[in-house]
Structure formats: C-alpha cells, structure tokens
C-alpha cells in the first residue's frame, strides 16, 4: 500500500489547519510550523467560514500559507478531508490552530512512518502549554461502550511515555500519516460533525486494515485547548455522545450492539455520572441536539443510518412486531428514520434492557416460587411418609392390628388435610 521513499530523499509534507474563527491563537501555530526543521512542506489552512477576521490575518502575516476558505462550517472531519484531499505532498498532517510544535516535530513523524512498511498513522506526545503536563501520550477505546482515554491526561511528565508504542487511537490535534494510505481509508469521515471521534474511527479503520497506530513521543505538541469545547460542559457531551453513537452505529456489527454495548449503555445511563454528562446524555437519546434544534443530515446519511439502525433493531426479536407497526405508520425513509430515533432513550437503550430484564426477573422468580412450592410438597410427603413407616413399624412390634389400623387412617386424614392446604396455597400464589 505504501510506496518506497528513497532514503537519500525527504519526503515532502503538507500540514492542514483547520481554522473557525481562531484568530487570538492560529498566529501562534503558524509560527511554530513555520521553525520546523524540515527542508520542504507546504501549509494549508482550511477556513469553516469565520467571521473573526482570521482568513485576513493568515493572508496579510503569512503569505506563504495557502488559505482555503470554505463559506460555510463543515466541522473539523469535513474541512480538513478538503485539505488532505488537495495537499501535494507525500505525507500529510492535520494540526489544530490552537496547537504549537516542537521544531523537530515532522522530522519524527517522517522518522515514524519510514521505519516500517505497516505503519499507518502516527500521533504526538501532546503536552498542555506548561510544557509539564500530560494531555495525550496514546488514546484507548474503551469496549463496549466506546469511551475514549487519553492515555497519561493530567499526570506530570517524568519520562514515563517516552518509548514508541502502538496504541488504538491518536489526537487529530497533530497527527499525520502517507498520503497514500490517508487516501485508501478516505481520510475523515464527514458524517461526524462538527468535531469528536473522527480521528477514533480513521485509526479503527486503519487498524481493520493491518496498519499499526503508533505512539511518538519524540513528535512533541503543546495545546492549549481554548478552541475546542470545555470538557465539563453540556455542550461537549452532546457533541462527544452524539458521535459516539454514530461510531457504534457505523462500526459495531448488530450482534455487538444488542449482547454488548446495550445493557453496557444501559447501566452507563442509570449509573452516577456528572449532571451535565446525564442531561446530554438522555437528551441525545431523544435525538435532540445541544441547541434543541432537530439534526438536518442529508438524504443519503439518513438512508444510510436507518440502514444500520433497522439492522440492530430487528436483532432485538421481541421488538419486531412494534418495528413493523412503526414502519407502516412512517412515511419514507427520513419519516421511519424519526420515528424510530424519538424517544430513543426508551426504545434503544432503557426500555428494551429493563422490559428484558423485568421479563427474566419474572421468569426467575416463577420458577423459584415453583420450585419451592414443590419441594415444600415433597418435603410434606417424605415426613409424612416416614410417620406412617415409623407408626406402622411401632404398632407391629407394641400393638394390635386393630391399633395399627386407626393410626394409619389418622396418618391418612392428616396427608390429605396437608394436600389441600398445599394445593390452596399453590390457588393463592397462582401457580400453575
């Protein structure tokens, strides 16, 4: 898949940023890509339609940057795809303008993906601007619900990640990768908008394909995070859980989606978590978005999720009828896509699991109460059984037969009195 670089020859790299009104911070990373230390790379920024005043800036301070002003906000995926697409050079790179890089950086990157033939994508050490601290050493999706880490966020740097390795996914904030392959896999996927887990699904696709994710500490990155959303905040779960569904959605089969990630989503939803966590949470599950205004997607992306959707949904065999009823009563595909989406919390992830659950719990506890019942009964029978054993051995051996004969009717009488308080019970209790 990957052409051979002569070693005399550096390859050449193209950077893309991509900027929506970063004027206050995209000077300070043009700046740092402008000291790298690397004999040939162009820079491209990728403009989302800011109204800063930005694109001047960039024009006016640096006239070797190429500005690719879009008009309009196609999220980080969209814009930075126009860019990767239209970059001439041998290996590509996406930089956010709010980062600022060590001028060894693309020497280390390019170092990365010449040492092998499997490499496929190659991320950064990424510090916070004291230069001290963690934000991103490798990234790991957690299974089943596909939860993201930044391996070492938030612990002071000692050395601790500073060996290459491979990991599940690298930041988007300063990552690159061969043009080639960045082709192969169609860079970004656009469907996750406006930013958040486009750079989790590049690496997993990459990963399908036998590349190796890899780790560079020696590619080092200072970020400052202002222009992406607070981690605390409403908003930056609406985003991060809208596109994590759209990643489960799109790349766990539908075996996986109703045996794993759904009672795991289930648990998550009623588990303890940050308010703000819970309030986007649930308000993604009734398909609404941060600002409460319904998602537009285009034609072909709802066809396509209500393709995936009618595939996990008529897993769950007990909920067919109810699909077929709601695809009668829909018009078209973007009407049976809504309608199975609202109310989502109840039909995807909450009601499903606990009507599941209140059925087994059901099933358990009529069994158990079954089984006592009838081990109750048993146990009547044995002792009563042993009474007349032992009443029919004491009047062989002290009585008369005339003796033995009204113990054993008494015996008798008291079984049957004991069958009807059994069977009586068994009336109260409706066991069948």
């Known amino acids: 898949m990957i052409e051979e670089h002569s070693p005399s020859r550096q390859p050449s790299a193209s950077i893309v940023v991509v900027s929506y009104n970063t004027e206050a911070h995209i000077g300070s990373c043009l700046l740092s890509l402008m000291q790298l230390r690397y004999p040939n790379f162009e820079i491209i920024v990728v403009d989302n339609g800011s109204t800063d005043g930005s694109v001047e800036m960039v024009r006016s301070h640096f006239p070797d940057v190429e500005v690719v002003p879009l008009g309009t906000n196609k999220g980080f995926a969209g814009a930075a795809s126009v860019g990767l697409y239209t970059a001439s050079g041998d290996i590509v790179a996406t930089v956010n303008p709010d980062v600022r890089l060590d001028p060894g950086w693309l020497s280390a990157i390019t170092m990365t993906l010449r040492s092998r033939a499997d490499v496929g994508v190659v991320g950064s050490k990424v510090l916070y601007p004291d230069g001290r601290t963690i934000q991103h050493a490798g990234g790991v999706v957690h299974y089943p619900l596909a939860t993201t880490s930044h391996i ?30 960045g082709r192969s896999l169609n860079f970004f996927d656009e469907e996750y908008f406006p930013l958040y887990y486009e750079d989790v699904d590049l690496c997993w696709r990459a990963r399908k394909e036998g590349l190796r994710i890899v780790y560079q500490p020696d590619a080092l990155a200072y970020h400052e995070e202002t222009v992406t959303l607070d981690r605390q905040s409403h908003e930056y779960y609406s985003y991060y859980h809208a596109n994590r569904l759209r990643f489960v959605v799109k790349r766990y089969s539908p075996q996986q989606v109703m045996l794993d990630f759904l009672p795991a989503e289930a648990a998550r939803v009623s588990g303890d978590m940050p308010p703000h966590d819970r309030q986007a949470s649930l308000a993604l599950l009734d398909n609404r978005t941060p600002n409460g205004a319904e998602p ?68 358990v506890a009529r069994t158990t109460r079954e089984i006592s019942w009838q081990l109750a009964e048993l146990q009547a029978r044995v002792g009563l059984e042993g009474l007349l054993t032992a009443g029919l051995v004491t009047q062989v051996t002290n009585g008369s037969m005339e003796d033995l004969s009204a113990e054993l009717e008494a015996l008798r009488s008291r079984m049957q009195q004991l069958e009807h308080e059994i069977a009586r019970t068994h009336n109260t209790h409706g066991v069948a």
């Open 152 to 181: 070492g966020r938030g612990e002071r740097d000692n050395g601790q990640y500073d060996q290459p390795t491979e990991t599940d996914f690298v930041t988007g904030a300063a990552l690159a990768m061969w043009k080639e392959v």
């Open 296 to 363: 537009a997607p285009t034609q072909r992306k709802l066809d396509t999720m209500q393709e995936h959707i009618a595939q996990v949904m008529d897993g769950w065999h007990v909920y067919k009828k109810s699909l077929h009823s709601s695809r009668r009563m829909s018009g078209g595909p973007v009407g049976r896509l809504r309608q199975r989406l609202n109310n989502l919390s109840k039909r995807w992830y909450v009601w499903p699991i606990l009507q599941r659950q209140i059925e087994y719990n059901a099933s």
